[in-house]
């Protein structure tokens, strides 16, 4: 069965500090895809990642950083400097390789940035 | 590009009434999802449209619940009769590809309808 984990269900941080979200998955697929949403305020969920389980590299976007580990079947996601606009719900969410479409969400983690 | 679309943004009906919920995907893309979230928990897959078949409908919970896409287009989801337990986010997304292509175009969600049932 598959299954993503966000253990953290709140977290407060300081504006400039950084901030890791966790994100642990479990899949027998060999081959699955892991995402990471935003959803601000306003409701909707916004794309800010996608990572197959072939490309372990890990990325960094701007203050974003996504750290992909096979070995412990985590996508870890981290905010250097933080800041207000920040404040979110973060969801990590899986998906199968082979003629599964669903993604697999975790329960979110609610990231508040405190000015 | 116009976005995904949801009306309303949020509803709220007394147990026992039937509610539609109405989504406009990207246009251009075949794919629809339906997914909801209860409070506090995960967000879960509901249906999967291809063009106007149901693809995967799965995850949809009894046969209150029912999801059309008519001409391959938008798509409603109607509950009837709502429970208290229908409460919850309702979120559409849609895709180019299906998820689980090579491509493995990432969703692309609407706003959401908030569905309270009293």
């Known amino acids: 069965a598959q299954k993503v984990t966000q253990a953290q269900t709140e977290i407060s941080v300081v504006e400039k500090e950084d901030v890791t979200l966790d994100c642990v998955y479990e899949?027998?697929?060999?081959?699955?895809?892991l995402f990471w949403y935003k959803q601000p305020p306003s409701g909707e969920l916004v794309f800010l990642i996608r990572?197959?389980?072939?490309?372990?590299q890990n990325e960094i976007s701007g203050r974003y950083s996504w750290n992909f580990q096979k070995s412990t079947s985590s996508f870890n996601f981290t905010i250097t400097a933080s800041q207000v606009v920040d404040s979110a719900v973060y969801f990590c969410?899986?998906?199968?390789?082979?003629?599964?479409?669903?993604?697999?969400f975790g329960t979110g983690t609610r990231l508040k940035v405190l000015a | 590009e116009a976005g995904v679309t949801q009306f309303p943004s949020h509803s709220v009906i007394e147990k026992g009434q039937t509610v539609t919920l109405r989504c406009d995907p990207i246009?251009?893309?075949?794919?629809l999802y339906w997914y909801r979230r209860v409070m506090g928990k995960e967000i879960k897959f509901l249906l999967h449209?291809?063009?106007?078949?149901?693809?995967?409908e799965s995850g949809m919970p009894n046969n209150r619940f029912l999801a059309e896409r008519t001409g391959g287009t938008y798509s409603t989801l109607k509950v009837q009769p709502a429970e208290l337990e229908d409460s919850g986010v309702y979120f559409c997304?849609?895709?180019?590809?299906?998820?689980?292509?090579?491509?493995?175009?990432?969703?692309?969600f609407g706003n959401g309808t908030r569905l309270t049932v009293t």
């Open positions: 997304a849609s895709s180019q590809y299906p998820t689980g292509d090579f491509y493995n175009s990432p969703l692309h």
């Open positions: 899949t027998r697929d060999t081959t699955y895809y």
């Open positions: 990572r197959n389980s072939f490309d372990e």
């Open positions: 969410a899986l998906s199968g390789g082979s003629g599964t479409y669903k993604y697999i």
């Open positions: 246009s251009g893309h075949d794919n």
């Open positions: 449209f291809v063009k106007e078949s149901k693809q995967d």
